[in-house]
């Protein structure tokens, strides 16, 4: 019996030896997380902003609320443990132009830093319970570890971009996360340089600021400046820095006073790079007759009528890369108003697009009445494309005269396709290629062309399937040499103009080529 007893507890004993050493084994070998060789830079927000309350996120028109930008406190974000300020800015669900020019405008949060390495971020929405939640763009494949109870999640990114966090599949109260890369030192403008402009961490009132030719502007992280920026007529200018530009001070134009955030016009070689841009009454940045503007990691969010993101008119040489654009028109667009347009490029930009269209050419191609009007050699780059609610999210509109020619779409990813809703029935199409002439954009009498137009790796992922369009103006004015290559919509791949329930204007259109 004791030698049972004995037996029995030696094989006790090896038992628990036996799970103390599995136990050991794997703790030793389970993998954390380690940021040490993370480089993280987090900005405070401006002390005097107040905190946004309930009153403040009712979405209605800007008269009767606050609309200026304020601190978030329903919205909590920490990266690598370390918090981080949230703004609550204003945005726009509504689908339909109003024509009082004050449509109902609700609240989002966006907050930003920047890093080297691999952060973790964690979002916290205590008052906010939620079933499933969604990390934009899908291309990075993130699934977010998720606690219902407490209302949080995590995430990690190793890759400096736009992050856009989505709850239950509604655009309501999305937070918007703008990752940084690093501020390289050698990049930096020297601040004792008298040709700089420095404005530091805090809240500015400051009148519009007008750039002369040699300065550099620098926004620093921290900074909310209620201003708008021009650099006209000028050459060598820089907006550099990771402060917002906000406009939320100013009445919306309703078609009358403009204050555009950034205003290049008549600029030569000049450079916007790193900044944020809330609240424009306007469009948000504008690049007219100028020459040479390179435009990187601007991040920009409007929610006002004629709110275009980057709007590029009658340029040369110019080359937009690395940004955000959430827009309540026009995110991407490129007209003719004064001379012509040639050599524009877009590459790797997220868009989402709450009204009107993501990536358009046009209508306005020849305002200036000029000539041989021509737009040429504009590119269109792996884009992403968050959601398009509204209208056409490839378009080429020709409205007036002009000759449109090589226009390129290429690897453009559609997350979430809701084209035709609001008032965007009107033109509930994916690819829109259109002469036409039109009382509201059309200044010459005669019809234009469009021709050579490529549109190369679209890839719809979400959304409603939705039809095209092909359509010249008559059979002399028409559209040629449209070349469509692995279009593939909700899963389908599109090899005909039946397939793609294509709208044409027989005798209008020739050489469209499907592979």
């Given at each position: ?107 989002t949060p966006i907050t930003y830093f920047d890093f080297e390495g691999k952060a973790e971020i964690t ?393």
């Amino acid at each position: 019996m004791k030698n049972m007893i004995l037996n029995i507890l030696i094989s006790v004993a090896s038992c628990i030896v036996i799970l103390f050493g599995v136990l050991t084994y794997m703790k030793l070998n389970v993998k954390t997380a380690d940021y040490s060789n993370t480089k993280l830079v987090i900005y405070e927000g401006p002390k005097s902003l107040r905190d946004a309350t309930e009153e403040d996120l009712k979405a209605t028109n800007e008269t009767q609320r606050d609309f200026s930008m304020l601190h978030c406190v329903d919205t909590l974000v920490s990266v690598n443990g370390k918090d981080l300020y949230v703004y609550d800015t204003n945005v726009n669900h509504s689908r339909t132009w109003n024509n009082s020019y004050l449509p109902s405008i609700s609240r989002t949060p966006i907050t930003y830093f920047d890093f080297e390495g691999k952060a973790e971020i964690t979002v916290t929405v205590p008052e906010r319970g939620f079933e499933t939640v969604k990390v934009s763009p899908l291309s990075y494949g993130i699934e977010p570890k998720v606690n219902k109870e407490n209302n949080t999640l995590s995430f990690v990114i190793d890759t400096p971009d736009a992050y856009t966090v989505t709850f239950d599949d509604s655009p309501s109260r999305a937070l918007h996360i703008f990752a940084n890369p690093l501020e390289k030192e050698e990049e930096l403008p020297d601040f004792n340089d008298e040709s700089v402009i420095y404005v530091g961490p805090g809240e500015w009132n400051i009148d519009s600021i007008s750039l002369e030719s040699g300065q550099t502007l620098y926004i620093a992280g921290g900074a909310l400046v209620h201003s708008d920026i021009s650099a006209n007529f000028v050459k060598n200018v820089k907006v550099l820095g990771r402060g917002i530009i906000d406009g939320s001070q100013y009445q919306g134009w309703h078609g009358t006073a403009a204050h555009i955030p950034l205003k290049f016009d008549y600029a030569d070689n000049s450079v916007i790079d790193g900044v944020i841009v809330t609240n424009p009454n306007a469009w948000c940045l504008q690049g007219y007759s100028t020459k040479n503007l390179t435009v990187n990691n601007v991040k920009i969010i409007s929610c006002r009528p004629n709110g275009d993101g980057i709007t590029i008119q009658s340029c040369e040489d110019v080359n937009v890369s690395n940004c955000f654009v959430r827009s309540w028109d026009d995110s991407l667009v490129v007209k003719n108003y004064a001379d012509n347009t040639e050599n524009v490029n877009f590459k790797n930009i997220q868009i989402w697009t709450d009204l009107a269209q993501s990536m358009e050419i046009g209508y306005e191609t020849n305002k200036g009445n000029r000539e041989n009007s021509t737009v040429s050699n504009v590119t269109f780059e792996d884009i992403t494309v968050l959601n398009n609610f509204h209208k056409p999210v490839i378009s080429v509109h020709n409205a007036d005269n002009a000759v449109v020619s090589d226009i390129t779409f290429k690897n453009i990813t559609v997350e979430n396709c809701r084209v035709g809703s609001g008032d965007g029935s009107e033109l509930p199409y994916l690819i829109d290629i259109a002469i036409v002439q039109n009382t509201n954009w059309s200044t010459t009498k005669d019809r234009g062309y469009i021709k050579d137009i490529t549109i190369e790796n679209v890839n719809v992922l979400g959304g409603e399937f939705v039809g095209s369009r092909i359509q010249g103006f008559d059979e002399e004015h028409t559209v040629t040499g449209v070349k469509i290559k692995n279009l593939n919509v909700l899963g389908k791949k599109i090899t005909s103009l039946e397939d793609g329930e294509f709208k044409v204007k027989e005798g209008t259109y020739s050489d469209v080529t499907f592979e």
